[in-house]
Nanobody, 115 residues
Framework: QVQLVESGGGLVQAGGSLRLSCAASGTIFPSDAMAWYRQAPGKQRELVAQYTILTGTTYADSVKGRFTISRNNAKATVYLQMNNLKPEGTGVYLC?????????WGPGTQVTVSS
């Protein structure tokens, strides 16, 4: 069982930056796939950024060049650096770890981008 807790969300003006963190209980392994998703009001949950050992990092087209996913295995933490935020980036950001066929989710952290 892996428990995830996201932090770092908040209110930011368009063009600003935030760094989200996702702390995992226990150990994360290099083979774990890590991802950040966004749940905007009235919309489906969408994949924002992902890292897998096979495919490396991938990003949604809407955030390419502005967001960066990274991980620190020693700290069992995954990060999402978000630069040049836009109002459409508003939503709850959720961390996901996929270990084998089992996925784990955190409760999410709210990001609100004002125009």
């Amino acid at each position: 069982q892996v428990q995830l807790v996201e932090s770092g969300g908040g209110l930011v003006q368009a063009g600003g930056s935030l760094r989200l963190s996702c702390a995992a209980s226990g150990t994360i392994f290099p083979s774990d796939a890590m991802a950040w998703y966004r749940q905007a009001p009235g919309k489906q949950r969408e994949l924002v950024a992902q890292y897998t050992i096979l495919t490396g990092t991938t990003y949604a087209d809407s955030v390419k060049g502005r967001f960066t996913i990274s991980r620190n295995n020693a700290k069992a933490t995954v990060y999402l650096q978000m630069n040049n935020l836009k109002p459409e980036g508003t939503g709850v950001y959720l961390c996901n770890i996929l270990r084998g066929r089992i996925g784990y989710w955190g409760p999410g952290t709210q990001v609100t981008v004002s125009s």
